[in-house]
């Protein structure tokens, strides 16, 4: 849930935003865009509107990226910035390969985070002889394993309790579009209707379009289709959906424009 108060880099967050912090059960859980200032402060580190899941007792800074925040203009800098993504351990990315070594694929994430490691290994039911050979260029979905403010993170394409893929894995064909952190969450939710107000995906899904698609919590999605046009329609109308924060009424719209672009 989303409270109507925007704060800056370098606010507090008003205590009345902030979860319960008398609960004894449950710690205060700190998201991005804020860190805590002792003894018992938030600051803001990005610009945005603090948001709160009460179930959690977590409280993170919700933004769109394109240097737009509850009405106000950012400079480029600061819209920057707010596109940071910072990994975390269990975040699902997706990931371009730039290069290889002996033992492992360097990956990009994003524009602002130093390359993450992906063993050769690090993929379902494979050895030596028949490790991937990814090239520069290909995409993969996988898991942050590992992360460090200190060292490269670290990201596996198996589930760690089971070694299955899962849907992990090289992404091939389909069109890879950039979309902010904040609408990545959101799709990325289980009920993108109800919690993330974004009804794109399931009323094509609902009106029978066939396509797949991947999100990746570091701002990326992945599109595949029967038609190059259909993907990129897709791909387009999630970015517009984002940058202009289409309301529900507005993307029933949208989603009448995406279905002329698919096949009969």
């Known amino acids: 849930m989303a409270s109507p108060h925007t704060v800056l880099p370098g606010q507090n967050v008003p205590a009345g935003l902030l979860p319960d912090l008398k609960r004894p059960s449950k ?80 990956c990009s994430l994003s524009s602002y985070t130093s390359l993450a490691i992906l063993g050769q290994l690090s993929f379902e039911g494979v050895n030596r002889r028949t490790r991937p050979m990814l090239q520069p260029g290909s995409v993969v979905y996988g898991r942050v394993c590992f992360a460090s403010t200190h060292m490269d993170p670290e990201i596996e394409c198996v589930h760690p309790s089971t070694g299955k893929a899962e849907g992990l894995g090289e992404l091939k064909g389909g069109m890879l579009f950039d979309i902010s952190l904040g609408m990545a969450r959101r799709l990325m939710m289980a009920n993108t209707r109800e919690d993330g107000g974004v009804i794109l995906l399931e009323e094509l899904g609902e009106k029978g379009a066939r396509f797949e698609i991947a999100v990746g919590r570091n701002g990326k999605v992945w599109i595949n289709s029967d038609s190059i046009r259909a993907t990129t329609a897709i791909g387009k109308a999630l970015q517009e959906i984002d940058y202009e924060g289409q309301s529900i009424a507005a993307q029933e719209k949208t989603v009448k424009k995406v279905l002329k672009c698919f096949p009969n």
Not at 35 to 45: D, G, L, M, Y
Not at 87 to 101: E, K, N
């Open 27 to 106: 710690t205060l859980a700190i998201g991005p865009g804020l860190k805590f200032a002792p003894p018992s402060a938030v600051n803001a580190t990005s610009a945005g509107i603090p948001s709160i899941d009460r179930r959690k007792n977590l409280v993170w800074i919700e933004n769109n990226g394109h240097g737009r925040v509850s009405g106000l203009e950012l400079s480029q800098s600061w819209s920057s910035l707010s596109q940071m993504y910072a990994p975390a351990v269990g975040d699902l990315v997706i990931a371009i390969v730039r290069h290889s070594s002996v033992d492992f694929f360097h």
